[in-house]
């Protein structure tokens, strides 16, 4: 087993839950090589190196993301596991396994799929990323951006505490929030111009640390749930925030969901693309289910 470690990951925390994670697997027995990484170059170099048949990615989400991509790059017969060390760690969500109170996917694995982005950034250039938690558009994917910059108020609060960060984010986000303008198909029909505040396309419920959906999307069926907030007002936004983090979408005022396989979107203006965690900023982008495309530890 093959574990690449993001020491920095929680404002630099997760270099401590490593610690006794590490120090609980030797306790067992259980046969490993960790390394430290600090790019995503680093991980796809030892990736490609391995011949391990399962690559952990101990870290946060953004972690898991960049050994996912590396593993479908480089290895894709290998099996994705994961340690929470991040933040919001909602690739583990619901917890279901944890060594030392950090949760782990180390179990069997089975086939799951994954959402594939293929998108133009804002210097024209044409990218390919893979995600297997969901994407956003709009207030979630400005929310995420704003969340890995270096503003000052938003460091310090890292260090001290993470929920009162992501609740920081958010009062600064809707104060600068804009409505997305796009253009707007689901499995090749013709496009709908939308407006809206946010949209979801998920491969799993949970985000941004302590909220959820409440559509019926599973990590093996094949499809994405999308879900638009059409209602851009403050007030209306607040209420959806509270209102997802006690897990309920549906049946909101201005809350649409579908089924789908690919999702094209062509925004009037560059937006933020969130994948897992990660954000672009693009011109347009295209997304993609490919059914069972790895194998993730349970």
């Keep these: 087993m093959l574990i690449l470690v993001n020491t920095s990951s929680n404002g630099g925390r997760g270099a401590e839950r490593w610690t006794r994670v590490e120090r609980a697997l030797r306790d067992r027995g259980t046969a490993f090589t960790a390394y430290a990484t600090r790019t995503a170059e680093d991980a796809a170099r030892l990736v490609a190196e391995s011949t391990d048949d399962v690559v952990v990615a101990a870290g946060g989400d953004g972690t898991v993301n960049g050994v996912l991509n590396a593993i479908l790059r480089m290895r894709p017969t290998a099996a994705l596991g994961a340690i929470g060390l991040g933040s919001s760690n909602d690739f583990h969500k619901p917890f279901d396994a944890a060594i030392e109170d950090v949760p782990v996917r180390l179990g069997p694995p089975r086939a799951v799929d994954v959402g594939r982005a293929t998108f133009v950034t804002a210097d024209g250039t044409e990218r390919t990323r893979h995600f297997c938690l969901n994407a956003s558009v709009g207030l979630v994917a400005d929310g995420n951006a704003f969340f890995n910059t270096d503003d000052a108020a938003l460091l310090w609060l890292k260090r001290r505490n993470v929920d009162a960060a992501i609740a920081y984010t958010a009062v600064v986000n809707l104060i600068r929030f804009r409505p997305v303008h796009a253009r707007v198909s689901l499995d ?111």
């Design 188 to 298: 090749g029909a013709p496009a709908r111009t939308a407006r809206f505040a946010s949209l979801g396309i998920l491969k799993r419920v949970h985000f941004a640390g302590g909220m959820r959906y409440d559509t019926p999307v599973t990590a093996d069926d094949g499809h994405f749930d999308v879900a638009m907030w059409e209602r851009t007002e403050r007030p209306s936004l607040v209420r959806t925030l509270a209102s997802l983090s006690r897990g309920r979408f549906r049946g909101l005022p201005g809350a649409k969901t579908w089924r789908a396989r690919t999702v094209r979107i062509e925004p009037e203006r560059p937006v933020h693309l969130e994948l897992d965690g990660e954000v672009t900023k693009v011109l347009r982008a295209e997304l993609t289910v490919i059914p069972k495309a790895i194998r993730v530890c349970s």
